[in-house]
């Protein structure tokens, strides 16, 4: 059975999804951008505020879920300019220091409000 998730720490779901879900141990977060759950708007124009931003928003989804960065499988970056990629490289790296998940990136046209980076990831539930 599928359980949802949902909690206040990280933004709302903006369209007819959920934050994440749980199916056989294993949880699947939706994408994040760089909302501020308190106010629903971007923070700050940059992409290091933004990727910041964005593992904050998946790491609190992970613990509302009783996992963690540890527990992850798969990761999937989208950017808006594979120009960021190493910038946004180097904040990812600081949660994945030891046996790093999957991952792919991909530049797209366009995110969501116009976000610079969007993160969603798979992991495993303790």
Known sequence: MK???????????????????IY????YCSGQIALDPD?????????????RQVMKNLGELLNASGSSFSDVLKCSIFLADMEDFGKVNKIY?????????????VAVKTLPKNALVEI???????
């Open 39 to 51: 106010t629903m708007k971007l923070t700050g124009n940059d992409i290091e505020t933004q990727a």
């Open 93 to 105: 790296g600081d949660y994945f220091q030891d046996d790093p998940p999957a991952r792919e990136t």
């Open 24 to 27: 056989n141990e294993i949880v």
């Open 3 to 21: 359980q949802i998730i949902e909690t206040e720490k990280a933004p709302a779901a903006i369209g007819p999804y959920s934050q994440a879900v």
């Open 120 to 126: 969603s990831c798979i992991a495993i539930v303790r």
